[in-house]
């Protein structure tokens, strides 16, 4: 079945630091696939996504690259802020007609200090 | 307000009891969704909605119920809770699905449930 496989957290940064979030997927055919973040008392919004193999969805100074080969859209950013700090999902839908749903990795909690 | 809410944000019950949580959209979005949140399972679909009058299982469906009279409202009953309902549970909307999947869901901001 479809599945979403995200590191571990929390991921303790110091402010202006390089963010590396893993994310590896597992789905039939070829997905979409999506990071949402979840800030404290929120609810999930968007952050990127990335519809078909090599493209990179950006947002925020977030980026992350569609790698078929190697089933993977790991999240960057490279200058983190206080502010960034949040949990943040992998997702990814398949592609097909009629309804599919989307699938969520359990959520990677990033805090990010001064 | 525009936007999607969710009401009540926070509610406290006893087992066995019927509780209904609220959630509302202004955008006239066609698909209305109902997840839960835990830890260590990440978001898992209950119900969703492709229009008003329909409704479909997703993931974890037993327990609840769903109506859609109108295309703006989209309420989900816990007909006899029980503490492993105890969750956080979020709606989501989405426009429609022109190429199915690739549609943003728009979240509203959680209740948070507690079944004791």
């Known amino acids: 079945g479809n599945s979403v496989t995200q590191m571990e957290g929390p991921v303790t940064l110091s402010e202006e630091a390089f963010l590396t979030i893993n994310c590896t997927y597992t789905?039939?055919?070829?997905?979409?696939l999506f990071w949402y973040v979840q800030y404290p008392g929120e609810g999930l919004q968007l952050l990127l996504k990335?519809?078909?193999?090599?493209d990179k969805g950006s947002n925020k100074g977030f980026e992350a690259t569609y790698r078929k080969e190697t089933t993977s859209f790991h999240l960057e950013k490279g200058s983190v802020q206080v502010s960034d700090s949040a949990v943040y999902f992998c997702?990814?839908?398949?592609?097909?007609?009629?309804?599919?749903?989307?699938?969520f990795g359990t959520g990677t909690r990033l805090l990010v200090s001064p | 307000d525009a936007g999607i809410t969710q009401s009540p944000r926070y509610k406290i019950t006893e087992t066995g009891r019927q509780v209904t949580l609220m959630c509302h959209q202004t955008?006239?979005?066609?698909?209305m969704f109902w997840y839960r949140q835990d830890l260590g399972h990440g978001l898992r679909l209950i119900y969703y909605?492709?229009?008003?009058?329909?409704?479909d299982k997703g993931e974890v469906p037993d327990g609840y119920v769903v109506s859609r009279s109108k295309t703006e409202n989209f309420p989900l009953t816990l007909e006899s809770a029980t503490r492993s309902q105890t969750s956080v549970y979020f709606c989501?909307?989405?426009?429609?699905?022109?190429?199915?999947?690739?549609?943003?869901?728009?979240f509203g901001p959680g209740t948070r449930l507690t079944v004791l």
């Open positions: 997702a990814l839908v398949r592609r097909s007609t009629g309804f599919q749903k989307l699938v």
């Open positions: 789905a039939t055919g070829y997905p979409s």
């Open positions: 909605s492709a229009a008003a009058d329909i409704t």
């Open positions: 955008w006239s979005h066609s698909y």
């Open positions: 990335a519809t078909k193999a090599d």
């Open positions: 989501a909307s989405s426009e429609s699905i022109r190429e199915a999947g690739t549609d943003t869901q728009y």
